[in-house]
């Protein structure tokens, strides 16, 4: 009986919810963050605004970094020549206007309606979710999690789970507290991460798909992969919102 009445009060907790989100939605309909247009969808964001963002073209299906026009390779020279960890990598945007305001305002300024924005945008660029493949947001140190107080890259990944791709099972942890990629130069980044992560569990051939909000150099991701692949996976693939085009 108990039982019963528990699903009885979630299903009318779920009508008053759905209720209140369309009561909300009519009364304060979604403007676009850039030019305060109504919008009509369920996204802030306009369709001639949605068009100006920094769209990535083709690029490199290993880093993710734009290709020549004339190129014949889906593969640029640099991933030809010494592979990297990914399997493959595709990114959204480049780190530019407003794409880095709104990540800096995400991870700095605690403005999660970015993490849902971006999250929606990656999702409708995936395909329907893989038999098996887990998703994985790249894990902050603990220190840097209560500092925090969220992983934006988990926030990010959030509307994937929601869309029926396998969360994340796989165990994997920031073991060391590291200085910020970004306070670092290119050559000293790789560095900074070694033995900064681990996984808690054997992946048996899981297939993984790494989530991240910024890719500057890779050195992150390609360290996750490479933890990742030790510990058993299979492929490791990654998505993430923007690539900074010339690293530092």
């Known amino acids: 009986m108990r039982r019963g009445n528990t699903a009885v009060n979630q299903g009318r907790l779920m009508k ?3 209720w209140l989100n369309y009561a909300r939605r009519v009364l304060f309909p979604p ?46 020279p640099a991933c030809l020549s010494h592979p990297p960890s990914l399997d493959s990598c595709r990114a959204l945007f480049s780190y530019q206007p407003p794409l880095d305001d709104w990540i800096h305002a995400l991870k700095f300024g605690r403005d999660l309606a970015v993490a849902h924005l971006l999250g929606q945008l990656l999702v409708e660029h995936l395909p ?22 969220y992983n934006q890259a988990t926030q990010i990944a959030r509307p ?3 869309r029926g791709w396998l969360p994340d ?5 920031r073991a060391r507290h590291t200085p ?12 900074n991460l070694r033995g900064a992560f681990g996984v808690r569990k054997q992946l048996e051939g899981e297939n993984i798909l790494l989530i991240d909000d910024v890719m500057t150099t890779g050195t992150t991701l390609n360290e996750v992969a490479t933890v990742l692949k030790d510990a058993g996976a299979g492929r490791v693939d ?11």
Not at 129 to 143: C, F, K, S, W
Not at 169 to 173: A, E, H
Not at 180 to 190: E, G, K, Y
Request: net charge positive; glycine share 6%; hydrophobic share 35%.
């Open 16 to 18: 008053v919810y759905n």
């Open 180 to 191: 910020a990629q970004s306070a670092l130069p290119a050559t000293d980044r790789r560095g």
């Open 31 to 76: 403007v676009c963050r850039l030019c305060l247009a109504p919008c009509t969808g369920t996204l802030p964001l306009c369709p001639p605004c949605r068009d100006e963002l920094p769209w990535l073209g083709v690029t490199c299906n290993r880093c993710a970094l734009p290709l020549p026009l004339d190129y014949d390779q889906h593969t640029c």
């Open 128 to 149: 329907s979710p893989e038999a098996g493949t887990r998703v994985l947001a790249v894990p902050l140190h603990p220190r840097r999690l209560r500092q925090r107080g």
């Open 160 to 162: 994937l789970i929601q």
């Open 169 to 173: 099972g796989c165990g994997c942890y």
């Open 238 to 248: 990654a998505r993430v919102i923007a690539r900074a085009l010339r690293p530092a």
